[in-house]
């Protein structure tokens, strides 16, 4: 069951100086292939699943950045956490 909303931000240092927006779409990407619900915003992407998975996509996207060859990676994470179930959707449907 989907217990957990999570949202992140992944904030790389480049090696060079060079625009950030490629590593962010990398992130996405790899956001994308692990087959959870998500949703992108303008300054962090929501995920739903359940905890542990995420806990895992957090290592996945940091991993990714250090593989890039970035000096450095700052990743911004919050979570929502309810047993019963949540979605992206129960939080946004009105606004919708």
Do not use: C, W
């Not at 990398?26 to 699943?49: C, F, K, N």
């Not at 359940?50 to 994470?77: F, G, T």
């Amino acid at each position: 069951m989907i217990d957990t909303l999570m949202s992140i931000q992944i904030i790389p240092k480049t090696p060079n100086g060079e625009d950030v927006i490629p590593y962010v779409d990398e992130a996405i990407s790899i956001i994308d292939q692990s087959g959870l619900t998500y949703r992108v915003g303008p300054l962090e992407t929501t995920i739903e699943g359940e905890m542990s998975e995420l806990l895992i996509l957090v290592q996945k996207l940091n991993d990714r950045m250090v593989e890039l060859e970035v000096p450095s990676v700052m990743s911004q994470v919050k979570f929502y956490h309810v047993p019963e179930g949540i979605s992206i959707d129960t939080l946004t449907n009105k606004y919708d």
